[in-house]
C-alpha cells in the first residue's frame, strides 16, 4: 500500500491538518463532494491533486487563498503565453523575492508573500515599456530613442548570424538586442535596467560598447552561472 500523504502545514496557524471530503468544504455543491481536501481545526484548507491525498500547497484561510489566487493571474500569464518556460518563470520568480527556488510556489505562500508576487510581475511588465526621460549629461540617447532604434533592427532582421547571449541559446536577433525575449526577461529588472542605462544605439557597428555595458553585461553572465549552478547542485 503507498504511504499515507503527509499532513501539511496550516499557513495560518502552522497546525497539522487533517483530509476531508468536499462535503466538509463545500456542503452545499454535491459536484465537489468527491474531491479531497485538507483541513485546518482554524478552518483553513487547501485542495489536494486530483485522485491522491498529496496536498496542492498549505492549508490557507480566506485573505491567504485571495491572494494567492491574484498571484497566479499575475504571474502565470509569464510562462504559459510562451515568454519564459514554467522553470525559468520560477527561478525568476524566486529570485526576485530571495526565496529558494524549492520553497518558491505561489500555493505555500503566506498573503504578504503571494502579494509580493502580484508586486514583483508588476515591475517586471513596467519594465517591459521603458518610458521616456530626460538624457543624462553627455547622453545623446534618450529611452525613446533606444527603444526605436532596437525595433526598427527587429524590423529590419538585422541578426548577421548574432545569437542570444543566454549561454547555450542559439536563437538569432540583432546585434543591438543582448538577447531573445524569452531569455531577456529571464533576467532580474535590475541587471535588465543596467544593460538598458548603458546601451547606446550604434555600439553594435562600431564595436565600442562602454566600460558600463560590459560591466553590465558581465553581471548578466555571472547572475546566470549562479542559477545554473544552483540548478545543478539542487
Known amino acids: 500500500m503507498p504511504a499515507p500523504a503527509p499532513s501539511p502545514l496550516c499557513a495560518e496557524c502552522g497546525d497539522p491538518a487533517h483530509p476531508v471530503g468536499g462535503e466538509r468544504i463545500y456542503p452545499h455543491r454535491s459536484d465537489l463532494h468527491h474531491k479531497r481536501f485538507w483541513l485546518c ?9 486530483p485522485g491522491t491525498d498529496n496536498a496542492l500547497g498549505t492549508p490557507a ?10 498571484a497566479h493571474a499575475a504571474f502565470d500569464p509569464l510562462w504559459r503565453d510562451g515568454g519564459m518556460s514554467r522553470a525559468e518563470a ?4 524566486a529570485s526576485e523575492l ?3 527556488r524549492k520553497q518558491c510556489h505561489i500555493g505555500m505562500m503566506t498573503a504578504d508573500q503571494a502579494r509580493a508576487v502580484v508586486n514583483a510581475v508588476r515591475r517586471y511588465k513596467q519594465s517591459t515599456k521603458p518610458a521616456p526621460q530626460q538624457p543624462a549629461a553627455g547622453d ?19 541578426h548577421q548570424q548574432h545569437t542570444c547571449h543566454w549561454p547555450g541559446c542559439t536563437s538569432y536577433v540583432p546585434p543591438a538586442a543582448w538577447g531573445c525575449r524569452r531569455h531577456w526577461y529571464a533576467l532580474p529588472q535590475a541587471i535588465r535596467a543596467r544593460i538598458w542605462a548603458a ?9 565600442t560598447p562602454s566600460r558600463a555595458y560590459v560591466e553590465a553585461a558581465r553581471a548578466a553572465q555571472d547572475w546566470i552561472a549562479a542559477q545554473q549552478q544552483g540548478a545543478n547542485h539542487g
Not at 90 to 93: E, T, V
Not at 143 to 154: C, L, T, W
Open 61 to 70: 484561510g480566506p485573505d491567504t487563498r485571495r491572494a494567492r489566487s491574484a
Open 140 to 158: 545623446l540617447f534618450d529611452a525613446g530613442a533606444k527603444v526605436a532604434h532596437v525595433r526598427e533592427a527587429i524590423k529590419q532582421g538585422d
Open 41 to 49: 481545526r482554524c478552518g483553513a484548507y487547501c485542495g489536494c491533486h
Open 199 to 207: 546601451f547606446r544605439p550604434g555600439q553594435e557597428d562600431s564595436k
Open 90 to 93: 520560477y527561478a525568476w520568480l
Open 98 to 100: 530571495s526565496m529558494d
